[in-house]
């Protein structure tokens, strides 16, 4: 839900899990930061979408995780 994420964006970043399979990933939704760039960033995605792109990321990794730990 980072400010400007768009459905494609999003839907890169979730293709790219995909293929790098990461062993760990810290998946966080977004929140602004004082003092950076996109602190000015208009916040345009909602907040129930930042809730499901962040859920599908964790459902999507902890899946993996425990794929893993099963081989």
Known sequence: G???ENKEDFSET???MKRI???SAYIFKYSPRPNT???NLSDDVPKEEK???HKILLDYQKGL???KQKE
């Open 2 to 4: 980072f400010p400007t």
């Open 14 to 16: 979730y293709e790219m």
């Open 21 to 23: 399979k990461f062993n």
């Open 37 to 39: 760039e996109a602190a």
């Open 51 to 53: 809730e499901r792109r």
């Open 65 to 67: 995780h425990r794929k």
